[in-house]
């Protein structure tokens, strides 16, 4: 068990639709990670938060967004979806400079 | 990031050592050579970690190359429960910055 709790496990919804994933980080960890997993692009980096604050950006279309809020939990917003979209999405933690990152078990996501 | 080159796959008899290599040829002097692996339906799961120095932790022992260009995950008996996705990822702070992770060697465990 890494600590870090992401809901729901699965999601299954229409294109055009939007979602919310949830991620829970590990007690004390300050930066958040969002990364997406298809079958052809691999483990891609979304958007990375520190405390509160977006700090890094990645291959994040526009339709998405996150935040994090004061008790460090995160969100990941996916709206207009497509068939595309369809992929793991993981959330990863870390508590700060030279340390690993823990991954939840991700939110696999299917659109129909 | 620095780019890093492993095999796309490999396979161990079960309870016999199994060597993991990672080109990483463009290096720089900053960067921490990091393993992670994906079991299947999981997410990453930190392995190992190391700059120059050999590292041995409960899970693998990381040999680095003296000109750092390579690295070998080495695990020391393989278990059913080893068989996963293995990623050799350059980074000069894990921390704080995002992980690029590559294909990866897939490795395969026979009883």
């Known amino acids: 068990d890494s600590g870090v709790t992401q809901t729901p496990k699965h999601l299954i919804t229409a294109t055009g639709q939007r979602v919310t994933l949830r991620c829970s980080p590990r007690s004390g960890d300050l930066s958040v990670y969002w990364y997406q997993q298809s079958l052809d692009q691999g483990l891609q980096f979304l958007i990375q938060y520190y405390n509160g604050e977006e700090r890094a950006k990645g291959n994040i279309l526009e339709r998405f967004s996150a935040q994090q809020f004061p008790d460090l939990h995160s969100e990941l917003n996916l709206s207009s979806l497509e068939l595309g979209d369809s992929a793991l999405y993981f959330c990863a933690s870390s508590v700060g400079s030279y340390q690993p990152q823990h991954f939840g078990d991700g939110t696999r996501l299917s659109i129909l | 990031d620095a780019k890093t080159t492993q095999p796309n796959s490999m396979e161990s008899n079960e309870e016999e050592p199994v060597h993991l290599p990672c080109n990483h040829s463009?290096?720089?002097?900053?960067?921490?050579i990091h393993w992670y692996r994906q079991l299947p339906s999981q997410g990453p799961e930190y392995v190992i970690h190391?700059?120059?120095s050999n590292v041995n932790n409960r899970m693998a022992s990381l040999a680095i190359a003296e000109d750092r260009k390579s690295s070998t995950l080495i695990l020391h008996r393989a278990t059913l429960r080893d068989a996963a996705v293995y990623y050799c990822i350059l980074s000069s702070d894990s921390g704080n910055t995002p992980l690029v992770f590559g294909k990866g060697t897939r490795l395969s465990v026979i009883a």
């Open positions: 190391g700059l120059t």
């Open positions: 463009t290096i720089s002097g900053t960067d921490y």
